[in-house]
């Protein structure tokens, strides 16, 4: 079970940092990332690192979001910084449990209920 953390209303500019706790099993090995749906828009790849590997980021979020992992605490966590209007959306955590890291929405086999963030501008 993946359980993100609350979002929030910020303004442009403003940094936000989502959290994503896993339970039930370690999430250790497992690719983790993050994805986001605005609304009438498709889920879209936000981030995404394996365990000891590269982190993969949009090109949108590039310089402004930072993806990182707390095995100990098998949670992961998403820096947001720079927030801009375009960010606002659904933001969803998941988890792969096999295979290599993917930008794939469907390829993830665990997802959190996903978290609400505006951002006006």
């Known amino acids: 079970q993946l359980t993100e953390s609350e979002g929030g209303s910020v303004q442009a500019g403003d940094s936000l940092t989502l959290s994503c706790q896993a339970s039930?099993?370690?999430?250790?090995?497992?690719?983790m990332a993050w994805f986001r749906q605005a609304p009438g828009k498709e889920r879209e790849f936000v981030a995404a690192?394996?365990?000891?590997?590269?982190?993969d980021y949009a090109d949108s979020v590039k310089g402004r979001f930072t993806f990182s992992r707390d095995n100990a605490k098998n949670t992961i966590y998403l820096q947001m910084n720079n927030l801009k209007s375009e960010d606002t959306a659904v933001y969803y955590c998941?988890?792969?449990?096999?295979?290599?890291?993917?930008?794939?929405?469907?390829?993830?086999?665990?997802w959190g209920r996903g978290t609400q963030v505006t951002v006006s501008s």
């Open positions: 039930g099993r370690s999430f250790r090995r497992d690719t």
């Open positions: 690192t394996f365990s000891g590997g590269n982190t």
């Open positions: 998941a988890a792969r449990i096999s295979g290599t890291m993917t930008t794939t929405w469907s390829m993830y086999d665990y």
